[in-house]
Every structure is written in structure tokens, then in C-alpha cells.
Nanobody, 114 residues
Framework: QVQPVESGGGLVQPGGSLRLSCVVRISGFSIIAMGWYRQAPGKQRELVARINGVGVTNYADSVKDRFTISRDNVKNTVYLQMSSLKSEDTAVYYC????????WGQGTQVTVSS
């Protein structure tokens, strides 16, 4: 099964920004909804943001107005622009398409700390 490839994580100070990228090489990428998820230590994986095939977006309340999800259908890539980062945003971030089109990737670590 196809695995998404996430990148762009790192260490950032509170209030900083990061842009995550995820490449998913699946047929029909442009019409498949994509989600960004995160899993913090000791917590369950949670959906952070989702974008459907026509660009409609949804966000978890905890990241609304700070994170922006977008996609480039030519590059089979989905992005997560994160701003005003907080320590509680520290987690491994994953992307995954809706449905059985791909498995979970390795994720990318985001650490927010001074």
C-alpha cells in the first residue's frame, strides 16, 4: 500500500511557524480528501485539518485560525501551514487520504519549545 511521505517538521519556538508537506502518489489524488493528523506522547492520534477535492477545509477547534491546509494536485502534495505555534502543538504529524488508498507514513516531528 502507498505510504505518504511527510516532511517539514522541526524545533520551533512558541509563536513561531512551520510549513509541513506531504506527498501521496495515488491515482485520483485530486478528488480524494486529505487529512493532517497528529499524535502527541501518551495521547491518541487526532485529526487536525482536512481538505476535500474541491478545496473545502475543516479544522480542529484547537488549531482554527492558526493552521491552514492546502493542496497542489499537480504535485500530489498537501501542505499544513502552522503559525502561532504553542507547546501543546508538539506532536508527530501525519497526513493520510480518506479511504483505503494509503497506509500511515512515518510522520514528521514538530517540537515547540523555548
Amino acid at each position: 500500500q502507498v505510504q505518504p511521505v511527510e516532511s517539514g517538521g522541526g524545533l520551533v519556538q512558541p509563536g513561531g511557524s512551520l510549513r509541513l508537506s506531504c506527498v501521496v502518489r495515488i491515482s485520483g489524488f485530486s478528488i480524494i480528501a486529505m487529512g493532517w493528523y497528529r499524535q502527541a506522547p501518551g495521547k491518541q492520534r487526532e485529526l487536525v485539518a482536512r481538505i476535500n477535492g474541491v478545496g473545502v477545509t475543516n479544522y480542529a477547534d484547537s488549531v482554527k485560525d492558526r493552521f491552514t491546509i492546502s493542496r497542489d494536485n499537480v504535485k500530489n502534495t498537501v501542505y499544513l501551514q502552522m503559525s502561532s505555534l504553542k507547546s501543546e502543538d508538539t506532536a508527530v504529524y501525519y497526513c493520510k487520504p480518506d479511504g483505503p488508498f494509503a497506509s500511515w507514513g512515518q510522520g514528521t516531528q514538530v517540537t515547540v519549545s523555548s
